[in-house]
């Protein structure tokens, strides 16, 4: 179905019982599957693929050979229906791949709003990704990964299945991401270690230096003492009276996930510990 004002190139091919909004643009040799749904002023520039049950929130670009929707790369997967989101105003460079859910998990893989993906990322089956996110190129995510608002991740990073990142954390280019970071984190390393705070990402998203100091106060209580984690966890949420961003990171290291919590790195290793002003 197509609304007014939608122009669809003669090389384009748009199977019937697609939904496509007001002022959608569909370049050259693009496929659209039969249920997929383009919301209002998309634009598919050429040579892209929308494939399965797929849905674009409005005003999203999406350049060549992009491919969106493509069945799962899990075996366990049957063949059911299962869907791939993705929310308004995103940009999907070349090359980027996002498949849908397994029939016999989540069902759905998830993208918010507002995200930026650079060239040749992947999003693998069942992840969660949310708001104003950056994916720098060829960034890939094992399945069922879960991904914060406001986070940043650099190129020709990975991230393991089952990891999650919280939000508003960074990711610096080629690391690798074998478990749970927590949010405002700055992470690095072959094997994933936390370098303190991403202190630029937390004052452009407008958080006081109050707040900030608050939450660095809590990650040394958390990761430099010489206690185990969990006992600091209980011990830091057992003194109550925590500011909005430190009860977020007690929230989320509570809720404990398949993979174990990326350590921080010891002072001297890779740098002084220090916070880091990532971007």
């Known amino acids: 179905m197509s609304e007014a004002g939608t122009q669809i190139h003669p090389t384009a091919l748009v199977e019937p019982g697609a939904q496509l909004g007001e002022g959608v643009r569909v370049g050259p040799f693009c496929q659209v599957g039969p249920d997929v749904v383009l919301g209002d002023r998309c634009e598919l520039v050429g040579h892209v693929s929308l494939l399965g049950a797929t849905s674009l929130g409005s005003d999203c670009i ?101 990891s999650r990142i919280g939000h508003h954390a960074f990711v610096a280019g080629m690391t690798g991401v074998t478990g749970d970071i927590i949010p405002f984190a ?49 011990r830091l949420a057992a003194e109550g009276g925590h500011t909005e961003l430190v009860a977020d990171i007690l929230a989320f290291l509570q809720h404990r996930g398949k993979r174990h919590y990326v350590a921080a790195a010891k002072r001297g290793q890779n740098g002084d510990g220090d916070d880091h002003d990532g971007e």
């Open 186 to 234: 700055m992470a690095s390393g072959s094997r994933s270690r936390l370098y303190g705070f991403n202190i630029i990402g937390m004052k452009r998203s407008g958080m006081s230096r109050a707040d900030i100091h608050a939450a660095r106060r809590a990650y040394r209580e958390l990761f430099e003492a010489d206690t185990p984690l969990r006992e600091n966890v209980e």
């Open 62 to 162: 999406v350049y060549p050979q992009a491919v969106l929707g493509a069945p799962p790369q899990n075996r366990a997967h049957k063949g059911g229906r299962t869907t791939l989101t993705i929310g308004a105003n995103c940009t999907i460079r070349e090359g980027v791949t996002m498949h849908r859910g397994t029939d016999t998990s989540r069902g759905k893989t998830t993208v918010g709003n507002n995200g930026n993906f650079l060239a040749y990322c992947h999003i693998g089956h069942d992840c969660d990704v949310g708001n104003n996110v950056t994916f720098a190129n060829q960034v890939a995510l094992g399945g069922h990964v879960e991904v914060g608002d406001f986070v940043t991740i650099g190129g020709l990073s990975a991230v393991h299945q089952f």
